[in-house]
Structure formats: structure tokens, C-alpha cells
């Protein structure tokens, strides 16, 4: 079989990949397992095949992934837990194989036109997947489907609604990179659908009633706005419209203004109850200062990549947490969960990964609109995480962890660095 018949068959699987991220996890499993048993095959059968996929193995995110996991693996050493260890390394594994197998099949085999149209397709395929969850969560509103009329969150298909909102997020991130970075003069009907979906997904993103999004979005869009305008002056005009645009929202918008008010209720509340009573916000201040405790144990390894939950519930059972907090299986905070399990390790780790994401982005983007594009998506990414992290473990989310692995092997590759890559 020509190599050209083996990149059909597999970026069509990639594409099929794509789409399921939004709207099935069963299927993402199974295509994903697909795409490696075929490519697999393809690389016994092939000595030609085999050199093209050597030759793009080493992709900018390999070693911090690598590193990462390995962290992560070492950590299951002296974790008490070995079960709970394991499982938390293989989300961080399946971190690496999505970006992995998307960057390698994207590079593999094509010449820059051919992954020019792939990667368009991919992230094309993405938006209408996203499109779709986000047509199914406004029927949900509408009370056309479920049982949930008028009823907020907004939770289509079991997704919950923190979920939902941040899937959004990389979803308008995706849409308008399309519309600021076109690699070729775009279609009118292209542009206005993406239009369509990117206020449909502001929509989605809004009743979600997710403060992690609001907030990521809002920290995200003053970041792309200084990096991506010249003039300092526009900056602080857009800056300042998008703060009037907020306090209108927090004016006029009901359950906009509760949600924000509720950071203040909520932090009384933990004030004055020590964290007795329960709150949104103060369970989160619980397990938060928890986090710290544990690390503070062990500063260097952390308690062990499994031992978040078993050192919880020591904590509850000496009666030093209330017994609700026995619940959670994360602080919702990548950084502390990092430390508090794998020490300052696990947290250089982490932040070592988005160093090389933003780094590279930022040096790749001087080329070609294509390359500006992937560059201001990798970048948007990485910044909503880095500041949704603050908020909850966006890694610890499947939908969230392996849409973000896809995104930066779409767009952090070999072949996407232009002027200043590598």
C-alpha cells in the first residue's frame, strides 16, 4: 500500500477523533486505539513507513510530556495508594499519546499545502463537534430535550457544566484564530458560520454559570490582546470595553451577578465558620490549605502521585476536615494538586510543559498567517489553563485533558514553527 493510502486512512480516523472529542469518550477511547493498532501495522508491514514516523517522533512536547509522566511514575513508588497512583498516571499517558499521535500523523507524509488543508480539517471538524454539544445544551435550555427547562447549569449529555464551559473556551479560541489568521482568503459562508458558533458558544460558555471559564476567558483575552497588538493604546481600549462589557453582564444579568457575588458570600462564610459550613468557594479554601499541608510534608516528592484522596480522608477521619471534603478527589487547582502529590517536582514538571508551549508558540508564529493562527491558538490554550487551573484540575477532566493534547499537537509541531521556530 502507497504511503499516500496509509496517511488517508489514518488521518480520516484522526479526523473521526476529532469530532468525537466533544460528544463521546467511549468513542475517543476506541478511535484512539484504532489509529495506533492501524499505524502499528502499517509500520511492520513498511521499512519506508517506518522512517517517515522516526523521522517525526520527536516532537517539541515529547520530552516535557515525558517528563512529566515520568514524575508522575516515580511518584507511584512511595504512594500508598499504587492504585489510585496508576490511574492518575495514566491520564497524564494519555496526555502524551493524543499529542503524540496527533502531531506525528499531521508531520507524516505531507508536504506543507497537505498539512496545511489536514490541520484546517482537523480543527474544523473540532468546532462542529463542539458546535453540535453546544446545539444539544441550547435544546436542553429550551426544554426541547431532558427534563431541564430554563434550568441552570447547563449540562448537555451528562457534560458537566464546568466541563462544558471550558471545552467552549477552546472552541472560540479555535474559531477565531480561523477568522484573525486566515492562511487563505476565506469563504463568506465559512465566516459567518464560524461567527454563528462562536456566539452560540459565548452563550454556552455563559450558561454554564462556570466562574472558572468566565474568569480563564476574560485573563486569556487581556493576555492574547497585548501579545497580538501593536499599539498599546488599542490594548488598553479593548481592555477597558471588555471590563464595561463585564460589569454590564454583572449589572443586568441575574444569575451573572449571583455567581459573582457568591465570591464574596462564600469567603465570609468560610471566615467566620472556619470552613464548618458548607460553600462552594470555601470547600475549595479547605482543600487548598490541605494541599499546602501535604506538600509542606514532603516539599521536594510530595505524599505520592495516589495519596491526594487516602491523605484526605486521614485528615477527616482526625476529625481536622469535615466529611464532605472526603468527596473530592482533587484541591480544584492544578498547581497545588502537583505539589501536594508530586512535590516541587511535579509542579516544575507542569510548569515546564506550558514554558515550552508558550515558548515555542510565541517563537513559531513569526512566519506565515498559518503559522500566526496555530501559534494564537496554542497560546490562548495554554493561558485558559494556566489560569482555569487556578481553579480546578483541568488535567484530571478527560474532555479537557485530551482536547488539550490535541490542540498542541495540532499546533506545537515540528512543521508548525515559521520564522523564528524550530
Not at 61 to 71: G, N, S
Not at 115 to 141: C, H, K, P, Q, S
Not at 193 to 205: D, E, P, Q, W, Y
Not at 225 to 236: G, L, Q
Amino acid at each position: 500500500m502507497p504511503n499516500m493510502d496509509r496517511q488517508k486512512i489514518l488521518i480520516s480516523l484522526l479526523l473521526i477523533f476529532s469530532a468525537s472529542l466533544a460528544l463521546s469518550k467511549s468513542a475517543v477511547n476506541v478511535v484512539m486505539t484504532l489509529i495506533y493498532l492501524t499505524a502499528l501495522f502499517f509500520i511492520v508491514r513498511s521499512r519506508d513507513y517506518r522512517k517517515k514516523i522516526a523521522a517525526n517522533a520527536a516532537q517539541p512536547l515529547v520530552l516535557p510530556l515525558l517528563l512529566y509522566l515520568a514524575v508522575a511514575l516515580v511518584g507511584v513508588l512511595y504512594t500508598a495508594s499504587i492504585a489510585d497512583g496508576l490511574g492518575i498516571a495514566n491520564k497524564i499517558a494519555g496526555l502524551f499519546l493524543v499529542y503524540f499521535m496527533t502531531s506525528v500523523l499531521i508531520d507524516t507524509g505531507h508536504d506543507e499545502d497537505m498539512r496545511r488543508n489536514v490541520v484546517e480539517n482537523l480543527l474544523l471538524v473540532f468546532i462542529a463537534g463542539v458546535f453540535i454539544l453546544d446545539v444539544i445544551g441550547l435544546l436542553t435550555f429550551l426544554g426541547v430535550v431532558a427534563d431541564r427547562k430554563f434550568s441552570l447549569p447547563v449540562y448537555p449529555m451528562h457534560v458537566h457544566h464546568i466541563w462544558f464551559s471550558n471545552l467552549n473556551a477552546v472552541g472560540i479560541y479555535t474559531a477565531a484564530s480561523f477568522l484573525l489568521f486566515p492562511a487563505v482568503p476565506r469563504e463568506p459562508r465559512k465566516m459567518r458560520l464560524l461567527i454563528v458558533f462562536i456566539l452560540l458558544a459565548l452563550m454556552s460558555v455563559l450558561l454554564s454559570i462556570s466562574r472558572t471559564s468566565w474568569f480563564g476567558m476574560l485573563a486569556t483575552g487581556i493576555v492574547l490582546t497585548y501579545i497580538y497588538t501593536e499599539k498599546k493604546r488599542v490594548f488598553f481600549l479593548v481592555v477597558t470595553i471588555g471590563v464595561f462589557c463585564c460589569l454590564l453582564a454583572y449589572s443586568f444579568i441575574p444569575f451573572v451577578h449571583d455567581r459573582i457575588r457568591t465570591v464574596y458570600t462564600d469567603t465570609v462564610v468560610f471566615i467566620a465558620t472556619g470552613g464548618d459550613a458548607y460553600s462552594s468557594l470555601g470547600d475549595r479554601f479547605l482543600m487548598w490549605k490541605t494541599a499546602v499541608k501535604m506538600f509542606l510534608s514532603n516539599p521536594v516528592f510530595g505524599v505520592g502521585t495516589g495519596d491526594y484522596s487516602a491523605s484526605i480522608q486521614t485528615y477527616v477521619s482526625d476529625g481536622q476536615l469535615p466529611g464532605r471534603i472526603a468527596g473530592y478527589n482533587q484541591p480544584h487547582n492544578m498547581y497545588l494538586f502537583a505539589l501536594a502529590t508530586n512535590g516541587l517536582l511535579g509542579l516544575a514538571a507542569l510548569l515546564y510543559l506550558f514554558f515550552r508551549i508558550v515558548s515555542f508558540a510565541l517563537a513559531s508564529g513569526k512566519g506565515s498567517p498559518e503559522h500566526a493562527g496555530l501559534s494564537f491558538l496554542a497560546v490562548a490554550v495554554a493561558v485558559h489553563y494556566l489560569v482555569a487551573g487556578m481553579t480546578d484540575s483541568l488535567f484530571n477532566i478527560f474532555i479537557l485533558r485530551f482536547g488539550f493534547a490535541f490542540i498542541m499537537g495540532v499546533c506545537v509541531r515540528k512543521y508548525a514553527a515559521g520564522g523564528g521556530g524550530e
